[in-house]
């Protein structure tokens, strides 16, 4: 049956950037919910509840196998790190597991391929369009192939985490997290309709609905109440609202939920999420008391049968070839790397060719786009000026269409131009980008039509070309294949029992890095050299404080930074200089935050121009001695995507007479998180 109309691959794409950035993505129980329900499930297991006795062996059990991520004073043995000496009195939590099963919720490139409902315990648009279950409106699919295809999936995890295991399996995206939430979505209205005896039926996820380009006739055929819809409701339900207790403004904090908090589905959610750790550490036993390279089939055990037909089953039996249908494979996350050479020609009159060294990275909070960050090194022809070399480092946006093509962006390339120009900065924009993968190994990458200089500032007419090798393969999970994993667990403790905790938020910051190239661009002095480029471009680090333990962000976070650079003041001038900042984030919307440099001193040498007289702002010292020393503020926006990272500041605000005298337009940086 077909259910896309025929349109350009184009039209599709914008609609679903639109849907990305417009539409919520399908949280169920919104991600909070997750990581409630989870501690909630931890405690359980820790403290019992509920006449539950506490069964801790079981939290221990699966941590020393590496199905869930250690708690970070976990298993550090006779020498712990500092803040794990007073923890159990001062800072308790870093004993306890951090929630991660909300990490799906971020994995947004999921839910627009064929396999990514499943995780959200959703069904397709394809389900959807089934003929109705007699004496009602629902879908037949939502009811029977969806959960058949829902509960594959659940099996598949099982399998992974049961027979592989370890912390490679945690890390693959088909680990122990992942399968938590997805039975935990299993609970959530807004995902499933559950009835006596089971799930009635699946709902789909409303924004898909807007770039499938369906028919009218078919759109007309879906029942409205089968959707999961753009701010459903029922995502919140998890928690008991109002009440003495204050529960929905406790959620940012999922150890300090009581237990009297959760609504109904949602404690019957964290009994069943208290079993199934129970079944998993079981299981897992099971499977490495048997030689190695044994599989038990947990998916047939008798434990397992018994969970599935407590909390998975099917009210509506499946019938013939809807009883067959399997969750599809898919590329597994990581970071792969290439190495390829470019060409590329961009008016007017500038030709280079170069070496680049790329890391695409697939993980859950870089979706639904990956990440290809990319250092280059290469030579550059230009009209106006002759020979020259660069060094570049940039990074784009692409979607995944299907397993072999990406369309998608370059948003920042900064290079550093050297040899008859001068020395030069470019900071480029590239639209747009597509990659298609030809071999297993081998990819070709093109761009074009446009290339926006922001140092300039100019728009050019561009195309490049680009032929890479894939230094690492993609690999497919899923699919009831298992992908092997080696990796030891990180920490082992046979004695683990965490403390009794002030169930709040983790004590204390912990540092984390950026790498970062950067330059600004300055109006044009005088005297200026033809072909010739000012202002600065660095190269530096930066230390912030912006993090717990646990990767929770603070919304105000200090920062310093130290770099070094090379900047062209006028004529033949240029110096060789080191910055030292200091000044504070304000993160106010999502990965978006005000940046407000306090203080930025830079000081450097002459070491080009020393014949003449350099009258240029922040230039000190006789003729032949000459050195700069410029001492301000900057304030701007930053924004954190994944492992990259934005900056673009306003002028530098000078400490003398003249605030504006150096003449700076604006100021980017890109950076790399370390």
């Known amino acids: ?201 699946l709902r789909v996820w409303k924004p898909i609905e807007r770039f499938a380009g369906l028919s009218s006739e078919d759109e007309e055929r879906i029942p409205e109440d089968v959707f999961h819809t753009w701010d459903d409701h029922r995502d919140r339900t998890y928690v008991i609202e109002g009440g003495e207790e204050d529960c929905e403004h406790r959620v940012d904090h999922p150890y300090d939920v009581p237990f009297s908090c959760l609504s109904a589905e949602g404690d019957l959610d964290r009994q069943a999420l208290v079993e199934l750790l129970v079944v998993v550490r079981d299981l897992r036993v099971a499977q490495l008391a048997t030689p190695p390279g044994t599989d038990t089939h947990p998916e047939a055990s008798p434990a397992w049968k018994r969970y599935r037909a407590a909390w998975l089953a099917a009210v509506h039996p499946c019938e013939g070839i809807e009883c067959d249908v399997r969750q599809p494979a898919e590329s597994a996350p990581g970071r792969y790397a290439f190495l390829g050479v470019d060409t590329r020609f961009t008016t007017p009159g500038t030709f280079d060719v170069g070496v680049r060294g790329t890391s695409l990275r697939y993980a859950e909070g870089l979706n639904p786009f990956v990440y290809a960050v990319s250092a280059s090194l290469g030579y550059e022809y230009q009209d106006a000026t002759g020979n020259n070399g660069y060094v570049g480092l940039g990074f784009s946006l692409l979607l995944p269409l299907g397993r072999k093509a990406f369309i998608g962006l370059t948003p920042a390339e900064l290079r550093i131009v050297y040899g008859a120009s001068g020395g030069g900065l470019e900071m480029v924009t590239r639209l747009l980008r597509f990659d298609y993968a030809l071999s297993r190994d081998v990819a070709l990458s093109i761009e074009a039509p446009l290339s926006v200089n922001w140092v300039v500032p100019r728009a050019d007419w561009t195309v490049g070309v680009g032929v890479s090798y894939g230094l690492t393969s993609p690999r497919l999970v899923g699919g009831h294949g298992l992908v092997r994993h080696e990796e030891p667990a990180e920490r082992r403790d046979d004695d683990w029992t965490p403390p009794p905790a002030p169930y709040g938020r983790l004590e204390g910051r912990r540092a984390t890095f950026v790498a970062f190239a950067g330059g600004t661009a300055v109006t044009t002095p005088e005297p200026a050299l033809e072909g010739r480029t000012y202002g600065d471009a660095v190269l530096g680090a930066e230390m912030g404080w912006d993090r717990d333990r646990w990767g929770g962000r603070f919304a105000f976070t200090p920062v310093v930074s130290l770099a070094a650079g090379l900047r062209n003041t006028s004529g033949a001038s240029s110096y060789l200089t080191a910055t030292l900042g200091a000044g504070i984030r304000w993160t106010f919307l999502g990965p978006l935050a005000l940046s407000v440099t306090a203080a930025r001193v830079e000081a450097g040498f002459k070491v080009r121009g020393k014949g003449e007289v350099d009258t240029s702002a922040g230039v000190r010292g006789s003729p032949g001695s000459e050195y700069y020393l410029l001492a301000g503020s900057r304030a701007g926006l930053a924004l954190r995507l994944g492992i990259a990272d934005l900056l673009v500041e306003c002028p530098t605000i000078a400490w003398d007479a003249e605030p504006f005298g150096a003449g700076e337009i604006v100021s980017f940086r890109i950076g790399i998180a370390l």
Request: some cysteine; charged content about 20%.
């Open 1 to 201: 049956m077909a259910v896309f109309r025929r349109g350009s691959a184009a039209r599709r794409t914008l609609a679903i950037l639109v849907a990305v950035f417009l539409a919520r993505p399908a949280l169920a129980w919104e991600s909070k919910g997750h990581t409630v329900i989870e501690a909630l499930a931890y405690r359980t297991l820790v403290e019992g509840h509920g006449g539950a006795p506490p069964r801790p062996d079981v939290l221990r059990d699966l941590i020393n196998d590496g199905a869930l991520a250690p708690p970070w004073c976990f298993g550090r043995g006779d020498d712990p790190p500092g803040d794990c000496v007073g923890a159990p009195a001062t800072n308790p939590l870093l004993l306890w597991p951090q929630p991660e099963a909300d990490r799906p919720d971020a994995f947004f490139r999921r839910q627009f391929s064929d396999s990514g409902q499943c995780f959200h315990y959703m069904g397709t648009l394809t389900d959807a369009l089934t003929d109705p279950i007699p004496g009602t409106s629902v879908p037949r699919g939502l009811a029977t192939s969806a959960v058949v295809r829902c509960n594959d999936l659940v099996e598949d995890l099982l399998r992974q985490v049961v027979v592989d295991g370890g912390p490679g399996t945690r890390r693959s995206g088909f680990g122990l997290y992942e399968l938590m939430h997805v039975v935990e979505d299993s609970f959530s209205g807004a995902h499933a309709q559950r009835a006596p005896g089971g799930i009635a039926y």
